[in-house]
């Protein structure tokens, strides 16, 4: 796959995740990962999935969110 065509679906990710969508915009970057070995599609993904996995926690409900046993 040319640059020009991996950019063209990384700005359409990144619009992807201005609005939000961050479902599609790991499915989208999963298929282009599978597509294409690029390090900046691989970073990319990584920080999505940080997103998504500190995106649910509810800090206020309890504060060891980790369960580390020694702040109990």
Not at 12 to 23: T, V
């Amino acid at each position: 796959m040319k640059r020009k065509e991996i950019d063209g679906k990384l700005g359409h990710i990144s619009q992807l995740i201005g609005e939000q969508r961050f479902g599609e915009a790991l499915n989208a970057l999963n298929e282009l990962e599978k597509d294409e070995e690029c390090t900046e599609v691989k970073i990319l993904r990584i920080q999505l999935e940080n997103i998504l996995r500190y995106q649910n926690l509810d800090i206020y409900a309890n504060t060891n969110l980790f369960m580390d046993p020694w702040l109990e």
